[in-house]
């Protein structure tokens, strides 16, 4: 099992810039992928942005150009760094960590952090 704890979320004023950051409790070098997954209210979650263990990373259409996500493998961490926000970005931010194990795909997922843009 693999706690996911995230943090970085807060108030901001549109257009303005967040990082988020997430660590694994242990580092595994099963984990695979990393990615963060948002939630707004009264909508299902979406994907946001993704990286896998080789570096490979993947954007949504909504996140590319202005969010960039990073990780380091050696301690399961992952971060997003939010630059020219909006109020359409408003949402609850979750990290998730895939694993890779001999009985198929382990997810876990963080317990989130808001973030909020004012306009």
């Known amino acids: 099992q693999v706690q996911v704890v995230e943090s970085g979320g807060g108030l901001v004023q549109a257009g303005g810039s967040l990082r988020l950051s997430c660590a694994g409790s242990v580092t595994k070098s099963s984990i695979v992928r990393m990615a963060w997954y948002r939630q707004a209210p009264g909508k299902e979650r979406e994907w946001v942005a993704s990286i896998m263990r080789t570096g490979d990373t993947n954007y949504a259409d909504s996140a590319k150009g202005r969010f960039t996500i990073s990780g380091h493998n050696a301690n399961n961490t992952v971060y997003l760094q939010m630059n020219s926000l909006k109020p359409v970005d408003t949402a609850v931010y979750y990290c998730?960590?895939?694993?890779?194990?001999?009985?198929?795909?382990?997810?876990?997922w963080g317990q989130g952090t808001k973030v909020t843009v004012s306009s």
């Open positions: 998730r960590m895939d694993e890779r194990s001999s009985t198929g795909p382990m997810y876990y």
